[in-house]
């Protein structure tokens, strides 16, 4: 086949006149750090999710870390987590003296096995942080009923599911903390940012005032019309507060949630129907229980050649790609520090040395999937030709 002179990348964000004029009419209204755009943001994150409260920030590695600190998890305490995962939350949970317990995941959806979790439970337990792969959310009703019966927190890492619902409902309604991303290969963006959702009103007061200095009121209350710039701090805090530019950004990127996802499924569907028959890839696939999927990442498992040898040449064929992830319990210093035990590990360890993360945003046409699928099929069939 011919190949594409243009590069196709991994992901790009959509972004329209509507965007545009969003961030403008906040940089010419002269307030441009956290306020109005800021809490209006949070407000219809609450309408999304169904959560009582939302709390923005600057990144969900950020929220992770306000998290972690407000529910007092420290030193001793075990974080169950799957290993195949993105390295933030594991090192937030390292950072903050706790140690993260790896259970394996199912090689289909990528997601915690539940029939694992009950085994790595050990007094120190303090939670477990599911993560909702690729936009497909883990088995909450589940994983729930074992939290309940050990008295364990359940914060779900909530990075790729914005659009996600699990049984009718949208991700975040039903633990005690849910912690989104809006970084630009999200399926929205504010540039950089998070968002955490709960419904547990004394654990968003903490959040507040651990992200903006310990301080209680935000600049907006301080310096804002009538407002009184004095204030207290009643314990340390940090810098994470989002601003009313990424909030404007946040807000115009919400409202078109429905497309943008929709446009994510559509493009999903058609990679599955066109390397259905390719021999020498896994598919992803989907979990029995009622769920809607918000098609974050379309992940292949490439077990026809090595998955290395396979990104090589899809770079030859000027086709993008991402790795989402290296299993957390492969890192250097977690190995060193904590000498996970990779035989429970064993569809982590499979599904992570065949993971590919295919070019999947919004804006993508038919006809790129139909040429990376066309390339794929190119390549393996070659490979398969080498071994004949």
Not at 11 to 30: I, N
Not at 165 to 176: D, L, M, P, V
Not at 369 to 377: G, T
């Amino acid at each position: 086949m011919k190949k594409r002179e243009e590069f196709l990348a991994f992901s790009r964000p959509s972004l329209t006149r509507a965007e545009l004029d969003a961030v403008v009419e906040v940089l010419e209204s002269g307030w441009i750090t956290t306020g109005a755009r800021c809490k209006e943001f949070e407000e219809e994150f609450c309408r999304l999710s169904a959560a009582r409260h939302s709390v923005s920030c600057t990144s969900a590695t950020a929220g992770m870390h306000l998290t972690l600190m407000a529910l007092g998890i420290g030193e001793g305490d075990e974080i169950i987590t799957p290993s195949l995962t993105f390295a933030s939350t594991v090192n937030i949970i390292t950072l903050m003296g706790a140690k993260p317990i790896f259970v394996d995941i199912e090689y289909g959806s990528l997601n915690i096995d539940v029939r694992k979790i009950e085994a790595a439970i050990s007094p120190r337990t303090r939670a477990i942080i599911p993560v909702h792969f690729a936009g497909i959310p883990a088995d909450l009703e589940a994983i729930n009923e074992i939290a309940a019966r050990y008295g364990l927190i359940v914060i779900e890492d909530a990075a790729h599911a914005i659009g996600t619902y699990y049984k009718g409902r949208h991700i975040g309604a039903t633990s005690k903390a849910a912690i989104f991303s809006f970084h630009p290969i999200k399926n929205i963006t504010t540039g950089e940012g998070g968002m955490v959702v709960t419904n547990d009103g004394d654990l968003a007061g903490k959040l507040r005032l651990l992200r903006f200095h310990g301080i209680e009121r935000d600049a907006w209350k301080r310096y804002g019309k009538g407002g009184n710039p004095n204030y207290d701090i009643v314990a340390p805090g940090f810098k994470y507060n989002m601003t009313d530019i990424q909030a404007a950004l946040g807000l115009a990127q919400l409202r078109r949630l429905e497309w943008l996802n929709a446009s994510r499924a559509r493009l999903c569907k058609l990679y599955c129907e066109s390397l259905r028959d390719v021999e020498g890839l896994d598919l992803p696939q989907s979990p029995a229980y009622e769920h809607h999927d918000a098609h974050h990442l379309f992940i292949v498992k490439v077990v026809g050649m090595p998955r290395d040898e396979f990104m090589a040449r899809l770079a030859d064929y000027n086709i993008g790609y991402g790795l989402h992830f290296p299993p957390a319990h492969s890192l250097s210093y977690i190995k060193e520090r904590f000498r996970p035990d990779e035989s429970v590990l064993t569809e982590t360890l499979k599904a992570g040395a065949r993971i590919v993360s295919l070019p999947l945003f919004p804006d993508m046409t038919e006809e790129d999937v139909a040429y990376v699928c066309s390339a794929i099929a190119e390549i393996l069939e070659c490979e398969k030709g080498k071994k004949q």
